[in-house]
C-alpha cells in the first residue's frame, strides 16, 4: 500500500498542489454523519488526489436516508476518475445504486430494464412490456416504490451520458426531474466527457448540478503511477521509473489509464540492467540511458497501436535478434486489378483537378488558354490543402477512356470495380438521394498511394506526363507544400 | 386444390391463386437441356461433362485448402494462445484489450467466401465450439450486431439440449445484450466441463483453467459502419473478464484500414496481430497448374479462352472463384455446342465410345476442319476409303485418339521444362508466368516467334554452373512423371558430360555473361554495343572451347524436344474434340456490356426483334419502330435539356410520315390523344431506363443523362 512518507518525490507533489486545495486536503476528515468512519477512511485511501472530489459528492449526498438533489451531472476528461470515484463510494457504503453505461443501451427500454432489475429485482423488469416507453417505466418504478419505500437514497449512474442525446429526445429531460416524477428519493448521476452546454436540449429542462473532475497534474500523475510498483523493486525506484516515464510521455498523453499501460509493458525492460548487475538502482542516469530511448520508440509503436502490446513484449524478451517488427501501417501496399488502378487513377484526377480544365489535359487538341488567367482566383489555393472534390460518374469515366492506353468496353464488370472500390472505402459516394440518374464520387486515398499505384502500372508515359503537369500546375500556386515537390521529384524519378 | 376455391365474399378482394400447373414442374432436369432431337448421346455427354464439373470442383477445394492451411493454423494457434493467456493475466488494462486477429485477404472479395467457411470449420474443430461470424450487411445497427452474435452463439449450444430452447425462445428483444449473453456463457461453460469432462481436457494441455473464448468474425471489415464497430468494441471490451472475446477483421484492403476506421480510444481497446493470405495470383498459378495444364484432365482451353479468361482475372476481379465459374461455363458450352464432346474423357472411355460412334457423328467428324487437314495428307486412296467407309473412320478415329492423348501426356512436361528453362532468363522473353508460355505454345509454332529466338539466344550465353542446374531441374520435372524416359536420359547424358568438364571456359562464359547483362541496361548507345558483341560473337565461334561445343549441343537438344513435342494444339488431328474455342461467346456472356446492348436495342430494333419490316437504313426514323427507338433516336439529336414540347412535335411527324399516304392531310396537325399518350408512356420509359430525368430548371424541359449533351 501507498504511505506517503516513504516516497521521496513526495514533498514536491505537495509543493505543487494549490495552496487552496492543501488547506482542504488538510481539513479534509471526511466526516459524513450516516456513514462508518473505517469506510470513509478506506475510501479517501483507495482514491489519492481526489480527496476533495470525494468530500464535495459526499456533503451532496447528505445522510443516506435524507433527499439528495435530484441530478448531478460530472463531466471531466477520460481516465480522470469520475466513474471510478462514483462507484468506489457506491460500493464500499453499500448503497442502493444502477449503474448503466449508456452505449450497451441501444434503446431506451434496456435502460429502464437494467434500472428496475437492479433497485427492484429482476421479476420487476420481467413486468416491463415489449417496448416500453417512458411512462411505462413511471409507472412501474412507483408501483415498485410504493411496495418498497426507498429507506435510503437510491442512485441511477449513467456513465457515457453523451449517448443519451440520440436516444428518445424526451428522454434526458425526464431523467433530470426523476424524483419528481416518481416521488421517491433517487438521484440521477450522470457522467460525461463533454460539458453540459452540449446537452441542453432546445425546450429547456430542469438544470442539474454541475461538477467538475479536473485532470490530474503531472505531480498527481506520478503520485497515482506509483502506487503499482513491483513487490521486487523499491518503491523509489519505480517512482523514478515513472518519472522518466512521464518526462517522455507526458507531453502527448494524459490518460492515467494509457500511461499505467504503458509503464507496466516497458518496465521489465527499465530493471534489465539491474538483473544483469550492470547498474545499481541509485545508478538513476544510466537506468535513464538505457530506456529513454526504448520508450520513444514505444511512443512510436505501442502508444499507436501499430504494435501490439503483445508482440510489444515479445520483442523485448527476444531483443537480440533485433527484428524490426512490422508496424500496421507499414502495410500499405494494395494489389488492385489493372482497371480499378486506373479508374483510382482517374477518380484522384477527377477529385483534385478543376473540371475547366480537363479538356486542357484530357483532349489531344485542346485550345489554347492563356497562361495568366488560366485559373481563377479561387482556383489558386492548392487542391489538396481544400481536400477531395465531389465529381460525377459520367466525368469519371471520360477521364478513365481517356486514362487508359487501350480501348475497353464499357462492361458491367467495369462499372461494378466501381462499386467494390467504394465498399473497400478507396471512393467515397456523396449524397445518397439520386443513385440512378447521376451518382456523386470523391476519391479518399492520398498522393501517395496514387502514386505508388501509378508507378505499378505506368507502361504509358503520357498518363505520368498528365500526372506530372496536373501537379505542376497545381505547386505553381502553392510553392510551399513540401510533399507536392516530392511528389514531382518522384514522378522524374520514374 | 383440384376444386375451385371459393372466391365469393363480402367485401371486394384480391385472390391469389397458386397455379397447379407448378406442381408438375418440368422433371427433365438440367441434362434434358443437353439432349436434342438430332442427337441422341446428350446425356452422356451432360453425364461426362457433370463428372468433369465434380472433379474440378473436388481439385479447387483441396488447392484452397492447402494454400490457406497455413495461414488459418497460424490463426488458430493465435485464438489458442489467447484462449489460454487471459484467464492467466492478472493486471487490468491487458484484461481488458481484446485479441484481435487482423486477415489480409487482397481484393478479391468474392474468393474470401471459401476461407471463411473452413475457417470457421477449423476454430469449430480444434479450438471452440463458439464461433460467429457477421457480415456487414446485416449489421447495420449495433442492435442488429449484437442480436447477429447472440442469435448464432445460443441458437447453436441450445441444440446441445432442449431444456434451454424455450428460453431462447422467449428471448425478448430488450434482452439482447452482451449481459445476457455472459449468463448463457456461464451456464453453458459449466454445464460442458460437466458433460464432457474428457473434452475440455484434450484441449487443455496446460495447467491453467481453459476458458473457450468466443470468436467473432467480420468478414469485411471494411464494409461496416465505423460507428457501429466502435460501440461493439466498447461494450465488448467492458465484459472482457467475463467473456473471453477474440476478433477476426477479415480486410481486403490494408491494416492501416483499421486505423481509419477507428479512433485511438477505441483501438487500444484492441490487441491487434496480422496475419497474411496467400495472394490471389498464386491462388490462380496452382489452380492453372491443376486444371488447365494436366494431362489428366481431358477438357481444355484454346488460346484465346485462355486470354479472355485470364483477362478477366487480371483486369477485372482478381478473383479465383469467378475464374473456375468461367471455366465451368466455358465446359457447359462446350459439351451442349459440341456433340463430339463425348470423346472429351479419359482414354479408355474415349476409346470405347469412338468404336460405337452413330453415323451421324461419323459425317460430323468428316466435317471437322482438322480432320479434313488430315485426310489431305494422305495417300489418294487412304483418302477414298476415310471418305466413304465408317468402319474405317472409327479405327482411325481411335488411333488419332490415342495420338491426341499422348500428345498432351508428352507435352506439359516439356512445356514445364522450357519453362524452368526460360523462366530465369533477364526479361523474361517468353513470359514470366507458365500460362504465358502455355498460350503462345498452343497458337502457333513457338519456334517461329522472335520472344523464342531470343530466348534461345540468352540460354546459349548461360553459364555452366546455371545451365547445369537448369537442366538439374527438367531432369527433376521429367522424373516425376515418368515418361518420356529417352529424354530424361539424354538429358542426364548432358548434364554428366557438362559436369565432367573441368573449369575450362567458365571465365569466358562468365565474362560473356557480363556483357550481356550490360546490354541489358545501357540504353544510350545499345546499337554500338550491339555491333561489338555480334564482331565478338563471330570472332568467338572461330575458337570455341568444349564447353561452348557442349552448350550449343544442349541448346540444339532443347530447341529439338520444344519442335518436336510442342506443337501447336489446332494441328492436332481431332482437337475440337477436347479443346473449347469459342472466346467470341465466352466473352459475350462473361463480360457483359448492359449498355452497349440496351443502345443497340434501341437505335436498331432489328437486331433483336428480328422483324423483316424494322431493317432501316442507317441514318432514318423509321415509324414502323416501336415509339421507345423513336423517342430514343429523337433525343440523341437534343442537347442537354429536351423541350417536351419539340419532342412531342417531331414524334408526331414522325408519326404521321406513315400515315400520310392513306389519310388525309387534316387530321396529322391534330393532336391524337392516342398518340399523345403512347409519347408520354415512351418519355416515361425512356426516365425508367436511366435516359432523362425531369429537372428543376425548367419545368417543360427533361435533362439528358447520357454523353453527348454539351
Known amino acids: 500500500m501507498f504511505s506517503s512518507s516513504s516516497l521521496p518525490i513526495q514533498p514536491l507533489c505537495i509543493r505543487i498542489i494549490q495552496p487552496s486545495n492543501l488547506i482542504k486536503r488538510m481539513s479534509v476528515t471526511l466526516q459524513c454523519p450516516g456513514y462508518p468512519e473505517d469506510t470513509l477512511r478506506s475510501l479517501a485511501e483507495r482514491l489519492p488526489c481526489r480527496e476533495t472530489q470525494l468530500a464535495t459528492l459526499l456533503a451532496l449526498m447528505g445522510q443516506p436516508d435524507q433527499y439528495s438533489y435530484p441530478s448531478v451531472f460530472i ?127 432546445n425546450t429547456g429542462c430542469f438544470e442539474p448540478l454541475l461538477f467538475h473532475f479536473p485532470d490530474y497534474s503531472k505531480a498527481e500523475l506520478v503520485q497515482i503511477l506509483s502506487w503499482d510498483h513491483h513487490p521486487s523493486y523499491t518503491p523509489e525506484l519505480y ?56 520508450l520513444q520508440r514505444a511512443m512510436q509503436t505501442v502508444y499507436l497501436r501499430e504494435v501490439s502490446s503483445v508482440q510489444w513484449e515479445q520483442q523485448q524478451m527476444d531483443e537480440k535478434e533485433a ?46 488558354i492563356r497562361k495568366t488567367n488560366f485559373l481563377k482566383k479561387h482556383e489558386k489555393t492548392s487542391n489538396h490543402l481544400l481536400g477531395p472534390k465531389p465529381f460525377p460518374l459520367d466525368r469519371l469515366m471520360a477521364i478513365f477512356y481517356s486514362v487508359v492506353d487501350s480501348r475497353v468496353a464499357p462492361t458491367a464488370s467495369v462499372f461494378s470495380q466501381i462499386s467494390s472500390l467504394v465498399t473497400l472505402q478507396l471512393l467515397s459516394q456523396v449524397g445518397h438521394d439520386d443513385q440512378l440518374d447521376s451518382p456523386k464520387y470523391k476519391c479518399s486515398v492520398s498522393l501517395d498511394f496514387i502514386l505508388a499505384i501509378s508507378r505499378c502500372v505506368c507502361v504509358c508515359v503520357r498518363l505520368l506526363d498528365l500526372l506530372a503537369l496536373s501537379l505542376v500546375i497545381q505547386s505553381q500556386v502553392v510553392r510551399q507544400e513540401r510533399s507536392l515537390f516530392t511528389a514531382v521529384s518522384n514522378l522524374h524519378l520514374l | ?166 428460453d431462447t425462445a422467449l428471448l425478448q428483444r430488450t ?101 497474411h493470405s496467400l495472394s490471389c495470383t498464386q491462388h490462380l498459378a496452382s489452380v492453372f497448374d491443376k486444371l488447365i495444364l494436366n494431362s489428366q484432365f481431358p477438357f481444355k482451353l484454346s488460346s484465346r479462352v485462355i486470354q479472355v479468361l485470364v483477362g478477366i482475372f487480371l483486369y477485372h476481379d482478381f478473383s479465383v472463384q469467378n475464374f473456375v465459374k468461367g471455366l465451368q461455363f466455358s465446359m457447359l458450352e462446350h459439351f451442349k455446342s459440341q456433340p463430339l464432346s463425348m470423346l472429351c474423357c479419359q482414354k479408355q472411355e474415349a476409346l470405347l465410345s469412338a468404336k460405337t460412334l452413330s453415323k451421324k457423328n461419323v459425317e460430323r467428324i468428316r466435317h471437322l476442319p482438322s480432320f479434313m487437314r488430315y485426310v489431305e495428307t494422305q495417300e489418294p486412296q487412304e483418302q477414298v476409303r476415310l471418305l466413304t467407309n465408317d468402319e474405317h473412320v472409327k479405327e482411325v478415329c481411335q488411333k488419332l485418339l490415342k495420338n491426341l492423348h499422348k500428345y498432351h501426356k508428352n507435352y506439359y512436361p516439356i512445356l514445364q521444362c522450357l519453362h524452368s528453362l526460360t523462366s530465369s532468363l533477364p526479361k523474361f522473353p517468353l513470359g514470366k508466368h507458365i500460362r504465358e508460355l502455355h498460350v503462345s505454345c498452343i497458337e502457333k509454332n513457338l519456334w517461329e516467334t522472335e520472344e523464342y529466338d531470343s530466348a534461345l539466344q540468352l540460354l546459349r550465353i548461360l553459364a555452366k554452373d546455371e545451365l547445369v542446374a537448369a537442366l538439374r531441374k527438367c531432369a527433376e520435372i521429367l522424373k516425376s512423371t515418368k515418361i518420356l524416359q529417352n529424354v530424361l536420359q539424354q538429358l542426364e547424358d548432358f548434364i554428366g558430360r557438362l559436369e565432367a568438364l573441368e573449369g575450362v571456359s567458365s571465365e569466358d562464359s562468365s565474362g560473356n555473361g557480363i556483357i550481356s547483362g550490360k546490354m541489358e541496361y545501357q540504353k544510350t548507345d545499345l546499337f554500338q554495343l550491339q555491333k561489338t558483341l555480334l564482331e565478338k560473337e563471330s ?83 423509321s415509324s414502323a419502330a416501336p415509339d421507345l427507338c423513336i423517342v430514343y433516336k429523337l433525343h440523341l439529336e437534343c442537347g442537354r435539356l429536351i423541350n417536351l414540347y419539340d419532342w412531342l412535335e417531331a414524334f408526331l411527324t414522325v408519326m404521321s410520315a406513315a400515315e400520310d399516304q392513306d389519310t388525309n392531310s387534316e387530321e396529322c396537325g391534330k393532336y391524337d390523344s392516342l398518340k399523345h399518350a403512347r409519347f408520354i408512356q415512351a418519355v416515361s420509359e425512356m426516365e425508367f431506363l436511366g435516359f432523362i430525368k425531369s429537372t428543376k430548371q425548367k419545368t417543360d424541359h427533361v435533362a439528358r443523362l447520357t454523353w453527348g449533351g454539351c
Not at chain 1, 437510491?154 to 440520440?166: F, G, K, T
Request: charged content about 20%; aromatic content about 10%.
Open chain 2, 1 to 166: 386444390m383440384s376444386e375451385i376455391p371459393l372466391t365469393s365474399s363480402v367485401s371486394k378482394g384480391c385472390f391469389v391463386f397458386k397455379s397447379a400447373s407448378k406442381k408438375r414442374k418440368r422433371h427433365v432436369g438440367v441434362g434434358g437441356y443437353l439432349v436434342d432431337d438430332s442427337d441422341e448421346n446428350g446425356s452422356d455427354r451432360f453425364r461426362i461433362c457433370q463428372k468433369l464439373w465434380e472433379t474440378v470442383q473436388t481439385n479447387t477445394e483441396v488447392i484452397q485448402d492447402q494454400l490457406n492451411k497455413k495461414v488459418l493454423d497460424s490463426l488458430a494457434e493465435f485464438i489458442k494462445k489467447h484462449g489460454l493467456g487471459c484467464s492467466s493475466d492478472n493486471w487490468r488494462q491487458r484484461a481488458r484489450e481484446i485479441p484481435t486477429a487482423a486477415l489480409m485477404l487482397g481484393v478479391n472479395v468474392p474468393d474470401h467466401a471459401m476461407t471463411f467457411r473452413s475457417l470457421c470449420n477449423l476454430l469449430q474443430d480444434s479450438v471452440t465450439p463458439f464461433v460467429v461470424s457477421v457480415h456487414a450487411k446485416e449489421c447495420a445497427a449495433v442492435k442488429l450486431l449484437i442480436q447477429k452474435v447472440l442469435e448464432q452463439l445460443m441458437g447453436r449450444g441450445v441444440s446441445v439440449d432442449e431444456e434451454q430452447e424455450d
Open chain 1, 323 to 368: 527484428t524490426t517488427l512490422r508496424v500496421l501501417s507499414a502495410h500499405a501496399h494494395i494489389e488492385l486489378p489493372y482497371y480499378s488502378k486506373f479508374l483510382l487513377i482517374a477518380a484522384y484526377l477527377a477529385s483534385f483537378n478543376p473540371a475547366r480544365t480537363d479538356r486542357r489535359f484530357f483532349l489531344k487538341s485542346h485550345g489554347k
Open chain 2, 539 to 621: 570472332r568467338r565461334t572461330k575458337r570455341m572451347n568444349p564447353f561452348e561445343v557442349l552448350r550449343s549441343q544442349v541448346i540444339e537438344f532443347i530447341d529439338s524436344l520444344v519442335r518436336e513435342y510442342l506443337t501447336p494444339a489446332e494441328l492436332q488431328p481431332l482437337n475440337e474434340v477436347c479443346y473449347y474455342s469459342s472466346s467470341g461467346v465466352l466473352r459475350q456472356r462473361l463480360n457483359v456490356t448492359p449498355r452497349t446492348s440496351i443502345q443497340a436495342a434501341l437505335s436498331h430494333p432489328f437486331y433483336y426483334l428480328q422483324n423483316e419490316s424494322l431493317k432501316t437504313d442507317a441514318g432514318t426514323i
Open chain 2, 175 to 275: 434482452q439482447c445484450t452482451i449481459s445476457a449473453l455472459c449468463q448463457w456463457y456461464k451456464t453453458v461453460t459449466k454445464k460442458s466441463t460437466q458433460v464432457f469432462p474428457q473434452r475440455t481436457e484434450s484441449l487443455t494441455n496446460s495447467d491453467f483453467p481453459q476458458s473457450l473464448p468466443v470468436v467473432v468474425i467480420f468478414k469485411d471489415f471494411e464494409a461496416f459502419n465505423s460507428q457501429v464497430l466502435q460501440d461493439f468494441i466498447l461494450i465488448c471490451s467492458r465484459y472482457t473478464q467475463e467473456l473471453p472475446f477474440i476478433f477476426i477483421f477479415g480486410i481486403a484492403t490494408s491494416p492501416s484500414a483499421i486505423q481509419h476506421r477507428l479512433p485511438h480510444s477505441v483501438s487500444s481497446l484492441l490487441c491487434i496481430e496480422v496475419f
Open chain 1, 75 to 201: 463531466y471531466g476528461h477520460r481516465a480522470t476518475g469520475k466513474s471510478h470515484v462514483v462507484l468506489s463510494i457506491m460500493k464500499d457504503l453499500e448503497l442502493p445504486h444502477a449503474s448503466v453505461d449508456c452505449v450497451e443501451c441501444v434503446s431506451s427500454g434496456l435502460l429502464f430494464h437494467q434500472v428496475l432489475s437492479a433497485f427492484f429485482g429482476p421479476d420487476a423488469a420481467a413486468l416491463l412490456p415489449r417496448c416500453p416507453s417512458l411512462s411505462d417505466f413511471v409507472r412501474l418504478y412507483k408501483q415498485m416504490s410504493s411496495n418498497s419505500p426507498a429507506t435510503q437514497t437510491r442512485y441511477i449512474i449513467l456513465d457515457r451520458a453523451e449517448r443519451m442525446r440520440d436516444m428518445d429526445f424526451s428522454l434526458l429531460p425526464a431523467l433530470l426531474r426523476l424524483q419528481e416524477l416518481v416521488n421517491d428519493n433517487v438521484t440521477v448521476i450522470l457522467l460525461s466527457e463533454i460539458v453540459w452546454e452540449k446537452f441542453r436540449p
Open chain 1, 239 to 294: 517512482a523514478s521509473y515513472i518519472n522518466i516515464l512521464l518526462g517522455v510521455f507526458f507531453s502527448v498523453c494524459r490518460d492515467l489509464r494509457e500511461l499505467r499501460h504503458l509503464a507496466v509493458l516497458n518496465f521489465s525492460k527499465f530493471c534489465e540492467p539491474l538483473e544483469k548487475g550492470e547498474a545499481k538502482e541509485s545508478d538513476i542516469h544510466k537506468l535513464w540511458k538505457n530506456i529513454e530511448p526504448h
